[in-house]
């Protein structure tokens, strides 16, 4: 790894030993044929961090690496400019050697959007885009703290401070700043949000507001334009993020500019959430629309109907809202898990990239393979689902430090090896919340859990499950499928006597010999909502033929008209439903020709229902990829979940292009109603 000689390595390892013994700590423990192994008590690890952050450079020779990492932190901390020397005698290093540095400085800071310039007598000075900036040293800092590592740690003891874990780097850029109280501000977000950030993403936030503190204190603000900021008001997210500014400005006496409160909103909205209890979003209904066409989409290219799992559909909704902000204002995200997911899921990465077409469309920027990855994690795991027996399994609760992505990797490879039920995958934040709803025989974490927390039995485990963790898993799996086994003996039974009779009451029947048999009961099976279908909301009464519209709005109040004639809702609705073209832009064309205006429930849907025109001269909505629109559907929803099964079924109908054509070449509504039965 380190491209020396063996020799080299065993020298640095005495070393290591010989520090650990002056300190008083316990030594490394080595193994012929196996290898080389630290394991110190919580205590002694803590007081290792704590000496190895007193450590300074007189205690230490920096890497080429290193310096320039320093180079680059100095420059970033500077209001003004540092020149050559200053930088020499901070590293202890001759002139001639910062000026070798500086050409890789220079190269690095090029790849990240930014320039280093030298004017004589003055010295050297960063120029660029503020957010391009900011971007880079958090890149910078991530690079220098391995974020993973101090998870871990942070889990073992949530006494644990982050400020501990920061490396000479972090420690410096962040000697002014408290680091507990940003993460009390978040905590307050997540409240008010009523979400719950995965642990690596609350991580990352509390290190883009320390940078952006650290950046209005040397009077470098961001800047964002003025219609994106206008977009940004108008969210929940905006509100929260105001109030977080109002803590942050009196805590550390700053001002905090309202370009500032927009930056913190584009993160709230772009972080990854491991819990998202309802989606309020003014785009609430074009998410769901992008999440049927892209499940549709893999649907088609893998020739597996994925349509119908429910969990699939609520988990790459809940990802879905963050992605699009991190598309739209390229915030990027680390997929540490990436080579794997590709190695893994070959076939079916490259579906799911050509499969994220419409989410491209709808954001008009490309998904990077990194976005691609945990897209890939959530149809992974929805093809194992498929696998799965309909029968009573162990219940297993994953728990995971770095996020949805990894938990879902985790979940995906426990259930292509054991047969079990994933209850959830969650971070070690929410686990204590989940053992109180839901039944839990077993946590399988990739992070330390204290098992006297949460009276469950846990086993620590990498993420992508090495030989080893599948053999401890084996014993405590077995263990528990035991009692499973006869419960699943019961409705063998049961599913004998359906062929020869009819059972009137099939949960009371299992009750009965459940208790017969003496068997523990086992948890009941979740049950669907019953939700209309297509033909139940879209009927003749609402669909109108070649219809003729001056404009987009036009052809939106007589699509809506129909739903308030039927009394599916009010006339307040069709104010709303051309408010939200306005405000949000043509993103409801929803394809080429088709136009899919909605607004929110309460303003003023009465009943579920969609009406359909077709337009005797297509019209523009505004949409360059999709216009001109043929086809309008406009659609009303009483909540943001019943009306799904319907517009499942719409998209499906809308996204073959023979039926599309038939809709079109339509002189009946009868014919409509043919092609959806």
């Not at 972080?271 to 629309?289: C, L, V």
Request: net charge neutral; charged share 30%; with cysteine.
């Amino acid at each position: 790894m380190f491209q020396v000689s063996k020799r080299t390595v065993r020298y640095d390892l005495d070393a290591i030993d010989n520090f650990l013994k002056d300190n008083n700590l316990p030594q490394l423990l080595r193994k012929p044929n196996v290898g080389v192994k630290f394991s110190p008590a919580l205590e002694d690890e803590k007081r290792l961090f704590s000496l190895l952050n007193q450590s300074n450079f007189a205690d230490y020779v920096l890497s080429q690496k290193e310096r320039i990492n320093f180079i680059i932190s100095e420059l970033i901390q500077q209001k003004d400019y540092i020149n050559i020397n200053q930088l020499a005698d901070m590293l202890k290093v001759s002139r001639s050697t910062v000026l070798k540095d500086l050409k890789k400085v220079r190269n690095w800071l090029s790849s990240h959007g930014l320039e280093l310039v030298a004017l004589p007598r003055r010295g050297l000075k960063i120029i660029g885009e503020e957010k391009q900036l900011r971007r880079a040293a958090i890149e910078l800092l991530t690079e220098t703290v391995d974020i993973y590592r101090f998870l871990e740690v942070f889990k073992e003891s949530l006494y644990f401070s982050r400020e501990e874990l920061f490396d000479g780097y972090g420690a410096k850029l962040f000697k002014d700043i408290d680091i507990k109280y940003i993460e009390e501000c978040l905590k307050v977000a997540e409240r008010e949000l009523n979400i719950v950030f995965s642990d690596a993403a609350f991580s990352g936030f509390v290190v883009h507001i320390a940078m952006a503190i650290k950046r209005i204190k040397l009077g470098k603000d961001i800047v964002m334009p003025q219609e994106e900021l206008e977009s940004l008001k108008i969210t929940k997210e905006f509100a929260v993020a105001s109030n977080i500014a109002k803590m942050l400005e009196e805590y550390y006496n700053v001002s905090i500019p309202i370009e500032e409160i927009g930056y913190i909103a584009v993160h709230l909205l772009g972080s990854t959430t491991t819990k998202t209890k309802n989606i309020q979003d003014e785009n609430w209904m074009e998410y769901q629309i992008l999440v049927h066409q892209i499940i549709s989409l893999v649907s088609s290219n893998l020739s597996i109907d994925l349509s119908k799992d429910k969990q699939l559909f609520d988990g790459l909704l809940e990802h879905l809202r963050p992605t699009v902000y991190r598309l739209r204002h390229d915030l990027g995200i680390k997929n540490p898990i990436l080579d794997e997911i590709k190695l893994n899921y070959k076939e079916l990465f490259e579906i799911v990239k050509i499969s994220l077409k419409p989410l491209e469309v709808y954001t008009q920027k490309s998904v990077p393979d990194e976005e691609v990855g945990y897209f890939v994690l959530h149809f992974g795991a929805a093809l194992e689902r498929l696998k799965s027996k309909d029968i009573a399994k162990p219940k297993i609760l994953v728990v995971c430090g770095t996020g949805i992505g990894t938990a879902k990797l985790l979940s995906s490879r426990l259930q292509s090896i054991f047969d079990i039920d994933i209850v959830d995958a969650v971070s070690y934040r929410q686990a204590k919340e989940v053992i109180k709803e839901k039944k839990v025989d077993l946590i399988v974490s990739s992070i330390p859990v204290r098992e006297e927390d949460v009276n469950v039995r846990a086993v620590v485990v990498n993420p992508l499950l090495k030989e080893r963790d599948i053999r401890r898993l084996e014993n405590y799996i077995t263990r528990v499928k035991r009692k499973y086994d006869e419960a699943n003996k019961v409705e063998e039974i049961i599913k004998a006597v359906e062929k020869y009779a009819d059972i009137r009451e099939r949960e009371k029947l299992k009750e009965e010999l459940m208790k017969f048999f003496e068997i523990p009961s086992i948890h009941n099976c979740e049950r669907g909502d019953v939700q209309p279908v297509l033909k139940d909301v879209l009927v003749e009464d609402t669909i109108v033929l070649n219809v003729e519209a001056k404009d987009w709005e036009e052809a939106i109040r007589i699509g809506g008209e129909l739903l308030v004639e039927k009394g599916f809702a009010t006339q307040n609705y069709i104010e709303a439903m051309i408010n939200n073209v306005k405000k949000t832009g043509p993103y409801i064309v929803i394809a080429p020709g088709i136009a899919m205006p909605h607004a929110r429930p309460e303003e003023g849907a009465k009943e579920i229902g969609m009406s359909l025109i077709t337009l005797k001269n297509p019209v523009n909505f505004g949409n360059k990829e999709n216009d001109p629109v043929k086809i309008v559907v406009c659609l009303c929803a009483v909540d943001h979940s019943s009306h799904l099964k319907a517009l499942s079924e719409l998209v499906q109908l809308l996204g073959d292009k023979e039926k599309v054509k038939k809709i079109l070449e339509a002189k009946e509504a009868k014919e409509i109603i043919s092609l959806m039965s």
